[in-house]
């Protein structure tokens, strides 16, 4: 995936770096060795799929997300497509969905044969619920926010918009692990929802896989199928399906950071915090992310929108400081996305902010020092202009 490769900047500099953008190694530390002694069992018992700690995971995360169940797939990317598929979505279907997320939101409505309808977004990168009633046609099936920068979508509106045209509501909730909206957490509104669990999302893994959260026993039962090539038991398949399952292993490292993920979190909130009291204000600086009093959003991202930003990102790199943009190419105006028939102007706000986002360092790692460091080069860069 293009978006984990460094530039060749980035590589060349990052022995230097006094903050990288990301820091595997420290959180490995912090917890190497209760992941070792939770997979080694697994690795000499032969239960690789579809195995009791797959069953353990999917039961603890579903009680984590206040949902009944929690499915296990290979990707979050699959937990979209799968919900999408067992809502019975598919060719001549619309679904809609913001244009700013990773490309995966949107190439998931395209797995399974619909087409992804764009709605711009909020200031705060989620999509606007007032744009939505525009986009609905006769042939829009489902409603697919996505709880970008883990920060919770306005869900209430949504919510009666689904109920009053009759469309389902998936959720994206892949950067947004624990995050809260008025008390209750994302995953457990829509119909379905699809977690990542992706080695840069919050809760990770060591390799590739994802959930799907539900709430409804049928879909739960349709699900079960269809990421299972359709298999009722072992000989028995009533419906053609896929192989899309989470690893023992994986989800054997997923128990072990589902104990921890409410800390980090805590720790995340409160660098989230310290970042929008010191960037507040600065003139260049026209955005910093803060909680709305119903939210609790966990931070997978902290995203700055900023004057002059490719310059900034350059002058932080020179620092030592590694930043990131997330996305600088707008889904609907991909190559891959021509054939949707987009183009520029079609979605302002989507548009604007990709020339002015910027995402600073935040894992629950990162020092007093180094948070100081990246506000005190960012405010001096500033100062300078
Ligand atoms: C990462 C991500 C996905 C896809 O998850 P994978 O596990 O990488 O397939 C989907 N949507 C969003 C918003 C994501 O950030």
């Avoid at 619309?94 to 709605?119: C, D, Q, R, Y």
Wanted: proline share 5%; hydrophobic share 35%.
């Amino acid at each position: 995936m293009n978006k984990n490769k460094d530039t060749e900047a980035e590589k060349i500099s990052k022995p230097l770096m006094k903050v990288p953008y990301t820091n595997f190694k420290q959180q490995y530390e912090s917890i190497g060795k209760e992941i070792l002694s939770a997979i080694t069992p697994i690795l000499a018992s032969g239960d690789f799929v579809m195995g009791d700690s797959v069953k353990k995971f999917e039961k603890d995360f579903a009680d984590y997300s206040q949902c009944k169940y929690a499915i296990g797939v290979a990707n979050g990317t699959d937990a979209l497509f799968l919900s999408l598929k067992a809502l019975g979505i598919g060719p001549g279907d619309e679904v809609i969905t913001p244009p700013n997320s990773f490309l995966a939101t949107a190439g998931a409505i395209i797995a399974a044969g619909a087409k992804p309808v764009f709605v711009d977004v909020r200031e705060d990168y989620n999509i606007d619920p007032e744009l939505i009633e525009k986009a609905i046609t006769p042939k829009t099936r489902a409603i697919l926010p996505v709880h970008l920068t883990g920060r919770p979508v306005d869900m209430e509106p949504i919510m009666n918009i689904a109920k009053k045209h009759k469309l389902f509501v998936v959720e994206d909730a892949a950067q947004a692990v624990g995050a809260e909206y008025k008390g209750k957490k994302v995953g457990s509104f829509g119909d379905a929802a699809g977690f990542s669990l992706h080695p840069l999302k919050n809760l990770n893994i060591a390799g590739d896989g994802g959930l799907i959260t539900t709430s409804s026993d049928e879909l739960y039962k349709k699900l079960s199928l269809l990421h299972n090539h359709g298999l009722k038991n072992r000989d028995e398949c009533e419906c053609w399906g896929f192989n899309s399952r989470l690893d023992s292993i994986h989800a054997r490292i997923a128990l072990v950071k589902l104990k921890h993920i409410d800390n980090w979190t805590g720790k995340i909130r409160k660098i989230a915090k310290t970042y929008a009291k010191e960037l507040k204000g600065i003139k260049g600086i026209s955005y910093v992310p803060v909680d709305k009093p119903y939210e609790k959003a966990v931070y997978h991202t902290f995203i700055i929108q900023c004057d002059k930003r490719d310059e900034l990102q350059q002058y932080l790199l020179k620092k030592g400081i590694g930043t990131k943009i997330h996305y600088p190419i707008p889904i609907h105006l991909q190559k891959s996305a021509a054939s949707l028939g987009y183009k520029p102007g079609d979605f302002p706000m989507t548009e604007t902010q990709a020339k002015r986002i910027l995402s600073l360092p935040i894992y629950p790692e990162l020092t007093e020092e180094q948070i100081r460091l990246v506000i005190k080069e960012i405010k001096g860069f500033y100062k300078g202009k």
